[in-house]
């Protein structure tokens, strides 16, 4: 069993930077792949960022893709989203997620873990 909590987000004006943390609680962190993930009001939940168990393998969104940057520290049991460059439409509430199936990718899913998530709004 893992738990997942995010923190970081905020409001924010276009054009500037935050960085998500998510922690997670339970036992070996390294042995799960991990993701960001973000809905929109009215809007389906979507894949942001993936990153493998190690760090050694990233994916993105192309919305996102270069503007945002996922990363992990196994010794902390944390994994961050660095996100720069900010647009009215990146407004979410963004989720961590997790799962230790296929941890050598970083995939899009499925995902076991959720995490509560964490409000980003940015204003124009």
């Known amino acids: 069993q893992v738990q997942l909590v995010e923190s970081g987000g905020g409001l924010v004006q276009a054009g500037a930077s935050l960085k998500l943390s998510c922690v997670a609680s339970?036992?070996?962190?390294?042995?799960?792949?991990m993701g960001w993930f973000r809905q929109a009001p009215g809007k389906e939940r979507e894949f942001v960022a993936a990153?493998?168990?190690?760090?050694?393998?990233?994916d993105y969104a192309d919305y996102v893709k270069g503007r945002f940057t996922i990363s992990r520290d196994n010794a902390k049991n944390t994994v961050y989203l660095q996100m720069n460059i900010l647009k009215p439409e990146d407004t979410a509430v963004y989720y961590c997620?997790?799962?230790?199936?296929?941890?050598?990718?970083?995939?899009?899913?499925?995902?076991?873990?959720w995490g509560q998530g964490t409000q980003v709004t940015v204003s124009s």
């Open positions: 997620a997790a799962d230790n199936r296929n941890i050598g990718t970083a995939k899009k899913g499925p995902y076991v873990y």
């Open positions: 339970g036992r070996f962190f390294s042995n799960y792949a």
């Open positions: 990153i493998n168990w190690r760090g050694s393998n990233t």
